[in-house]
């Protein structure tokens, strides 16, 4: 089941936890059960960031500080990977992917996850003010000092990735090995033919987010009468109501008949059965959820699923 995550020495399961519920919609208590849960079943990858989740009011980066205070009360922190990510406005000016805002930036997450290291420390997102020579030489740095093992990165497109790829080789620099983006059934465009071509030639994988399209692809939301008591409503109607949508559902109601799976298990299972994807992007916000998610990440579609969820 496990799989390497780029050139790395990094070997994971298809699923990545993704942490940003951690102090938002899941309290410490049902975040610690969740973790605990993710393990049990066998996973090992957490994802967080040094910014989630500062948007609740009263939060501190509460993801990192959560997971490093579980870590600490379980002594996994051998058995378990840590990926984060820095460069989103934490306020005060402490943005950006600067080498000083790099080096400050680890040794907070450092403190946060009660770590002396990262396994994979990801810029969040471009930055067009830093020259990307500086960014990866902060991270060489950081490499040699045994603070990060490996970098990956966050949002970028084919031009800004093409660039960070050329200067690592020219310059003997680290060389981002995944980059997370969004990606799914519906979601495509976004490692379409030119990014996939890229990091395949390159040997990145690709840690997609959003892989049940903010819920989109349980198949909870069929009719504008479903979407009106969510909170993410409106942005769900307006972006995945319409006929591709619908198509790509039906498409999927006739897979989860075949294969015997719910919908979020499909939507899943296709993913992670994508080239260059070594493990999807997802968050659980109780112990729950978790066992589900474990089933679609380990399911193995049918070709004929596959090529009907491929055209839809």
Known sequence: ?????????????PWVLGTNTAGWTADEATSFAT??????????????????????????SESEKIIGRWMKSRGNRGRVQIFTKTGMDMGDGRK???AKRIVEAVEESLTRLQTDHIDLYQSHQPD??????????????????????????????????????RHAKE????????????FNLYTREHYATDMAELMQGNGLSLLPWYSLGA??????????????????????????LNPRGKAVLHAMDRAAER????????ALAWTVAQPGVVGALCSASSPAQVEELARGVTLDLSAQSLRELDAA
């Open 1 to 13: 089941m496990k799989r390497r995550l780029g050139q790395t020495d990094l070997l994971i399961e």
């Open 35 to 60: 973790f605990d849960a993710f393990v049990d079943a066998g996973f090992t990858a957490f994802d967080t960031a040094d910014v989630y989740s500062r948007w609740v009011p009263g939060n501190d």
């Open 96 to 98: 950006g992917l600067s």
């Open 128 to 165: 067009p003010h830093t020259p990307e020579e500086e960014t990866l030489e902060a991270y060489a740095r950081l490499v040699e000092a045994g603070k990060i093992r490996w970098i990956g990165c966050s949002n970028y497109n084919v031009a800004q990735l093409d660039r960070a790829i």
């Open 171 to 182: 310059g003997a620099l680290p060389m981002y090995q995944s980059v997370q983006n969004e």
């Open 215 to 240: 819920g989109f692809l349980t198949g909870k939301y069929r009719t504008e009468d479903d979407v009106k008591n969510s909170r993410r409503g409106e942005s769900i109607a307006k972006r995945y």
């Open 259 to 266: 294969e015997g799976a719910s919908l979020t298990e499909i």
